[in-house]
C-alpha cells in the first residue's frame, strides 16, 4: 500500500499550486497511513535517533498550525510591516481587525495541510524494514525516468492532450511536473540513490547469499538520468548532477578508508572531495548567475528577503508569499502575470515563518547531523540506503537556492522519504548485513 500511496502522491504532486481532488486525496489517505505508521512505531525498539526524528518532523508540521493563532495586539505590532498595515487599515476606517499570527490564514491551513502525505510517509518509513526501504529507493529511481519518458511524449502531443497533466502550459519536458526544473530536480534524487548503490555494490558481496552485488542496474538507470538531465533546460540541475558524480565516490571513499582504519587516507581523500565540490559549488553559482541575470530572479530574491526583514519576527505566514509580495512589488518585477514564488526557498520561508521558522530548520538540520553521526561512529545501518538519503538531500537544498522545489508535494514528499530513511537506518542495531562502505 505505501508504494502505491507514493506513487499517487509523485504523480498528482507535480504543482506547487492547489490541483483540485487529487491533493484533497493525497491528504485524506494520509491520515490512515500515518495512524498506521505511529503504531507501527510502536513496536519499534526504543531509539533516541527515531525520537529525535519525530521531534523534528513535529516542529515542521506544528510551524503553520502555530500560525493560525492569534497573537497580542502589542506583540501583532512588534513586526514593522504590521505596524504600517494597521495605520493604513485605520486610515481606511477598519479599526479593528483579527491579530492572527498569518496575514492569510486560509493559505497557511492550505499548506498545513499539504504537509501531510510527506509526514505520513516519514512515519511509515521511520518504523519500516530494510526490504520496503530499498523498494521505495527503487521508486525513488524509476519515478522520474517514467516522468522523463512521459515528458518525451508530450513534446509530440497536443497541448490538452492527456498526456500533458498541466494544459494550461505547454508541453516543456515536464513530464508529472509542472515546472520542467522540478522535473530536475526529482532525477538528482534518483540520481543520488543510483550512485549510492552503484558505488556501494562494487566489488562488495551480499552477507545473506555470499554472491557479489551487482552495481549495473543502478549504473545504466543513474547513466539515463544524468543524460535526460540537459533535456529539462535546467542548467543549475546539469551542475549539480555532475558535481555529485565526482564528489559521491570520494565522499563513500572516505567512510570505507575509515572503516577500515586508514584514517589519514581518509582525510587525504575527504580533502580533495571538499576541494571537487568547492570548484563544482563555485561553477554552479556563476551559471546560476546567468539566470538569474535573464529571469531576474536576483531581484526576487533579495526583495523576498527585505519583506522577510520588514515581517520579522514573526513572518508574513507560511502560503502567503503571492499576495504579501504583490504588495510590495519592486519597479523591475511588474508583469502581466503574477510572481507564484521567490525562486528561493530560503529566502522565502524566512519572509513566510520569520525567526520561528530559521529556529525549526537549524534544529532540524542538527538532528540530521545527529542522526548521521551515530550511523558514523557506531556503523549501524546499510550505508547505501543512508548514502542515498544524503545524496538525494543534498541535491534538493542546493537547487532550492535557486528554485521552490520544496514547494511541489511530490518533491517534498520525496525529500521527506529520504530524510525518514537515514533516521530509520541511524537507529538500527548493528549486524552482519549492516556495514559501511
Request: net charge positive.
Amino acid at each position: 500500500m505505501i508504494y502505491a500511496y507514493f506513487i499517487l502522491v509523485f504523480v498528482t504532486g507535480g504543482s506547487s499550486q492547489a490541483h483540485g481532488w487529487t491533493d484533497v486525496a493525497a491528504q485524506l489517505l494520509a491520515l490512515p497511513i500515518f495512524a498506521w505508521g505511529l503504531w507501527r512505531l510502536a513496536d519499534q525498539p526504543g531509539s533516541r535517533v527515531r525520537s529525535w526524528g519525530l521531534a523534528a518532523m513535529a516542529a515542521v508540521a506544528l510551524l503553520p498550525w502555530l500560525q493560525l493563532l492569534p497573537l497580542p495586539a502589542g506583540w501583532w505590532l512588534a513586526a514593522p510591516a504590521r505596524a504600517a498595515l494597521a495605520q493604513d487599515l485605520a486610515t481606511a476606517g477598519v479599526p479593528a481587525f483579527a491579530h492572527t499570527w498569518s496575514l492569510t490564514p486560509a493559505a497557511t491551513l492550505r499548506s498545513a495541510l499539504s504537509l501531510l502525505p510527506a509526514l505520513a510517509l516519514f512515519a511509515w518509513v521511520l518504523g519500516s524494514d530494510v526490504r520496503t526501504q530499498r523498494r521505495l529507493l527503487v521508486l525513488c529511481v524509476a519515478l522520474p525516468i517514467a516522468s522523463l519518458v512521459l515528458g518525451f511524449l508530450q513534446l509530440g502531443a497536443p497541448q490538452d492532450s492527456l498526456l500533458n497533466p498541466y494544459p494550461q502550459w505547454a508541453p516543456a519536458m515536464g513530464g508529472t511536473f509542472a515546472n520542467p526544473n522540478h522535473q530536475g530536480t526529482a532525477m538528482l534524487v534518483g540520481l543520488g540513490v543510483c550512485l549510492a548503490f552503484a558505488v556501494g555494490n562494487l566489488g562488495a558481496t551480499d552477507p545473506a547469499t555470499g554472491k557479489r552485488r551487482n552495481p549495473w542496474p543502478a549504473i545504466i538507470a543513474g547513466a539515463t538520468l544524468l543524460l535526460g538531465l540537459p533535456l529539462t533546460n535546467s542548467r543549475a540541475a546539469v551542475v549539480i548532477g555532475v558535481l555529485m558524480l565526482v564528489a559521491a565516490p570520494l565522499g563513500m571513499a572516505v567512510s570505507w578508508l575509515r572503516a577500515s582504519g586508514r584514517r589519514r587516507t581518509g582525510v587525504a581523500a575527504l580533502a580533495l572531495a571538499a576541494l571537487l565540490a568547492g570548484v563544482g559549488l563555485s561553477a554552479a553559482i556563476g551559471w546560476m548567475k546567468v539566470d538569474e541575470v535573464d529571469e531576474v530572479r536576483w531581484v526576487m530574491r533579495q526583495a523576498t528577503f527585505r519583506l522577510g526583514t520588514s515581517h520579522a519576527p514573526w513572518g508574513s505566514g507560511v502560503g502567503s508569499f503571492v499576495p504579501v509580495f504583490q504588495q510590495d512589488l519592486p519597479q523591475s518585477l511588474i508583469k502581466s502575470v503574477y510572481i507564484n514564488a521567490a525562486h528561493n526557498d530560503y529566502a522565502q520561508s524566512w519572509m513566510e515563518g520569520g525567526w520561528l521558522s530559521v529556529f525549526v530548520a537549524l534544529s532540524f538540520a542538527a538532528t540530521l547531523c545527529g542522526a548521521l553521526t551515530v550511523h558514523v561512529v557506531k556503523r549501524v545501518g546499510d550505508s547505501r540506503v543512508v548514502w542515498s538519503g544524503v545524496l538525494g538531500i543534498f541535491a534538493v537544498l542546493v537547487h532550492a537556492g535557486s528554485d521552490y522545489a520544496l514547494r511541489a508535494p511530490a518533491l517534498m514528499a520525496s525529500v521527506t522519504l529520504l530524510v525518514g530513511l537515514i533516521f530509520a537506518q541511524s537507529a538500527r542495531q548493528m549486524d552482519s548485513g549492516c556495514k559501511l562502505i
